[in-house]
C-alpha cells in the first residue's frame, strides 16, 4: 500500500512478557518516528531514525524500550518486561527526511493491552 | 512540562457555524505549526500547517491563525459540518540545525458538529 503500515493492529499480552511492534514505512522515506498515545493525551514523541541510526531516543521512557530500523526501511519497537503503565496506542510516521518541512504520515497505530 | 496545550478537551458546535480550536505554546524555538485530525481506530492525518514567518493560512474551510507574540494558534474551520467531528491535534517543531522534523503534539479538542 502506499501508506504507512503497522502491525498487529492490536496486541493483548500479560505482564512480564516481551512485545514487538512493527512498521512500515512510505516507500522512499527516510525519516520514521514512533510514538506513543495513552487515553485522551496527544501523541508522545519516543524515537526518531534517519536511515538506519536512531537519531533522536529522547522519548524513550526507560531501558525497556528499544527499537531497530536495520535496514532503513521497516522499523521494529520492542518492549521488554511489559507492564501495565505500557498499555497505550503506538503510531509510527514517516517523513521525506531533513529539510523537508512538512507533516509527518501516520499509520493507523498499533493498540497495546497489557494485563 | 507540556510544551504544547490545548486546554478545551471538547468544542460542540452547530452544523454551518464556525469553529474555533484554539493552541498554546510554550517553546519560543518552535518555528513550524501544524493541525492533525483524527477518526477513531485511524491515525492523525494531516489538516493544516502555518511556518512562524506567516500569520495566517488558508485552505478551503480551514484557516489556521498564528500570533507568535502571545504563543498562540488557533484554527477555524468554516462552515463546520458533520464529518468534520473528530480529534484535533494541534503540533509544533523546531527546525533549526538539527532538523529531525520531531513534533510536539497538544492534547487534543474533540470536536462535535451537530447536524
Known amino acids: 500500500g502506499a501508506g504507512v503500515s503497522q502491525t498487529p493492529s492490536n496486541k493483548v499480552t500479560e505482564k512480564g512478557k516481551y512485545v514487538e511492534l512493527r512498521c512500515d514505512p512510505i516507500s522512499g522515506h527516510t ?7 495513552s487515553l485522551g493525551q496527544g501523541p ?4 526518531y531514525f534517519q536511515g538506519t541510526g536512531a537519531a533522536d531516543d529522547s522519548g524513550l521512557p526507560n531501558d525497556r524500550f528499544f527499537a531497530v530500523r536495520p535496514e532503513g526501511s521497516v522499523s521494529t519497537l520492542k518492549i521488554q518486561r511489559t507492564e501495565r503503565g505500557d498499555s497505550a496506542v503506538y ?3 514517516s517523513s521525506r527526511g531533513p529539510g523537508y518541512t512538512g507533516e509527518l504520515f501516520f499509520g493507523e497505530g498499533s493498540r497495546l493491552t497489557v494485563l | 512540562d507540556q510544551q504544547v496545550k490545548q486546554n478545551s478537551p471538547s468544542l460542540s458546535v452547530q452544523e454551518g457555524r464556525i469553529s474555533i480550536l484554539n493552541c498554546d505554546y510554550t517553546n519560543s524555538m518552535f518555528d513550524y505549526f501544524l493541525w492533525y485530525k483524527k477518526y477513531p481506530a485511524e491515525g492523525p492525518t494531516f489538516l493544516i500547517s502555518i511556518s512562524s514567518i506567516k500569520d495566517k493560512n488558508e485552505d478551503g474551510r480551514f484557516t489556521v491563525f498564528l500570533n507568535k507574540s502571545a504563543k498562540h494558534l488557533s484554527l477555524h474551520i468554516v462552515p ?3 464529518g468534520d467531528s473528530a480529534v484535533y491535534f494541534c503540533a509544533a517543531s523546531a527546525h533549526g540545525s538539527s532538523n529531525t522534523g520531531k513534533l510536539i503534539f497538544g492534547q487534543g479538542t474533540t470536536l462535535q458538529v451537530k447536524p
Do not use: M
Not at chain 1, 525519516?31 to 498515545?37: C, E, H, I, N, P
Not at chain 1, 508522545?44 to 524515537?47: K, Q, T
Open chain 2, 80 to 82: 463546520s459540518q458533520p
Open chain 1, 91 to 93: 503510531l509510527c510516521a
Open chain 1, 31 to 37: 525519516a520514521l518516528y514512533w510514538y506513543r498515545q
Open chain 1, 44 to 47: 508522545e514523541f519516543l524515537i
